[in-house]
């Protein structure tokens, strides 16, 4: 049993909400890595993200019985909420704040601070690299095909694509030069 762990999370969204995922970095009082985690969390906020990786940090510091928790987090919104200074206002945030005050509260004590994203860069990189383990987009491959217009519309010509009947889609035109006709 580690009586005392550090930890340095990170979170991060690509869009806000879009892809995200969380980084975390765990390490004794000596300042030697223990472990690390990250995951990809699918569509969100980079917020929820944030407490995504304060929640993995505690919950392995409560599964080790970890006494003491120190947590690094360059998210201002999350260090301030769980040190009382901001008051928690977005519903979906609340949930979470309040799974994180509960397993802060099994722990002897708990402490979070802010530093800049410059002293959290391992954290960070785990979180992009979860970020980057995202699923390809759920869309259906593009399909190709060329057509001509005739009388005010567009007729594809061989090889056509399956296309499944009463489906909308988007298309998207480029004009060329007709082809010669040989006469």
């Known amino acids: 049993m580690t009586r005392e762990l550090i930890a340095y999370v990170d ?19 000596q300042g030697r890595t223990l472990e690390t985690l990250s995951q990809f969390l699918g569509e969100t906020t980079n917020n929820v993200a944030e407490y995504e990786a304060l929640l993995a940090a505690l919950e392995f ?9 120190k947590v690094y987090c360059d998210s201002e919104l999350v260090v301030r909420q769980m040190q009382g200074r ?16 509960d397993l802060a509260g ?3 004590r708990f402490s979070i601070e802010s530093v800049p994203r410059e002293q959290n860069l391992l954290a960070d990189r785990l ?13 259906a491959p593009l399909e190709s095909f060329s057509a001509v217009v005739e009388d005010g519309r567009l007729r594809p010509l061989p090889p056509l694509p399956d296309l ?20």
Do not use: C, H, W
């Open 106 to 108: 099994k722990l002897a």
């Open 11 to 29: 979170g991060g969204s690509r869009g806000n909400p879009g892809p995200a995922g969380y980084g975390v970095v765990i390490q004794d009082a």
């Open 164 to 183: 499944e009947e009463g489906t909308e889609y988007e298309v998207r035109a480029r004009k060329r030069k007709p082809a010669r006709r040989l006469s």
């Open 127 to 139: 979180a992009n690299e979860a970020m980057d383990r995202a699923k390809p987009s759920s869309r």
């Open 86 to 101: 901001y008051r928690v206002l977005n519903p979906g945030l609340k949930p979470l704040f309040e799974r994180a005050r």
């Open 61 to 69: 510091a409560v599964g080790r019985r970890a006494e003491r928790l």
